[in-house]
T-cell receptor
Framework: DGGITQSPKYLFRKEGQNVTLSCEQN?????MYWYRQDPGQGLRLIYY???????QKGDIAEGYSVSREKKESFPLTVTSAQKNPTAFYLC???????????FGEGSRLTVL | SQQGEEDPQALSIQEGENATMNCSYK?????LQWYRQNSGRGLVHLIL?????REKHSGRLRVTLDTSKKSSSLLITASRAADTASYFC????????????FGKGTRLSVIA
């Protein structure tokens, strides 16, 4: 089945540790996105990539890093520089420029 | 930056009633999209309405768009308990090739 797979679904991290969230899609979409969602809040854009080997910062990129070495994969690293990383992270992809987004099921990160 | 603002923030209705959610936005758009999110899950695309369209239907969903007022509404008719979820509007700005901007969502509870 085509779709977007995020892993892990739940992740616990100690303060000061980096952690990488995986996002893989087999939809052959060019554009991929990372959003952060805090309780009762909307989605805030962290990073996005519209083509392989290229990505742009979103509204809250500080403390995060990404790579886009393959069309199917867009991993997000939450670094120790991110002051408040506990949140629900959503990855999405889009086939065209203006169409709908397809979302993964999310990864919930908790910092202990 | 969050452009869309949904109203109300929360809505509780009885099964069989209609639910109306509103979205206001700030800048010119190419299209406006509505998404649904069940608790702890990813978002699912419901409907897209283009800036030159005024109304669109999909099953029990009806979306209207008023570009002069920069607002949209989502109507769910004959609601069911399974419609309980958060609903988000997202706008695609007409200013360029930029990502979707999401609002904070309306939390809908349908009581059986």
């Amino acid at each position: 089945d085509g779709g977007i797979t995020q892993s892990p679904k739940y992740l616990f991290r100690k303060e000061g540790q980096n952690v990488t969230l995986s996002c893989e899609q087999n939809l052959n979409h060019d554009a991929m996105y990372w959003y952060r969602q805090d309780p009762g809040q909307g989605l805030r854009l962290i990073y996005y990539s519209q083509i392989v080997n290229d990505f742009q910062k979103g509204d809250i990129a500080e403390g995060y890093s990404v790579s886009r070495e393959k069309k199917e994969s867009f991993p997000l690293t939450v670094t120790s520089a991110q002051k408040n990383p506990t949140a629900f992270y959503l990855c999405a992809s889009r086939p065209g420029v203006t169409g709908e987004l397809f979302f993964g099921e999310g990864s919930r990160l908790t910092v202990l | 930056s969050q452009q869309g603002e949904e109203d109300p923030q929360a809505l509780s209705i009885q099964e069989g009633e209609n639910a109306t959610m509103n979205c206001s936005y700030k800048t010119s758009i190419n299209n406006l999209q509505w998404y649904r999110q069940n608790s702890g899950r990813g978002l699912v695309h419901l409907i897209l309405i283009r800036s030159n369209e005024r109304e669109k239907h999909s099953g029990r969903l009806r979306v209207t768009l008023d570009t002069s007022k920069k607002s949209s509404s989502l109507l769910i008719t004959a609601s069911r308990a399974a419609d309980t979820a958060s609903y988000f509007c997202a706008t695609f700005p007409s200013s360029g090739n930029t990502p979707l901007v999401f609002g904070k969502g309306t939390r809908l509870s349908v009581i059986a």
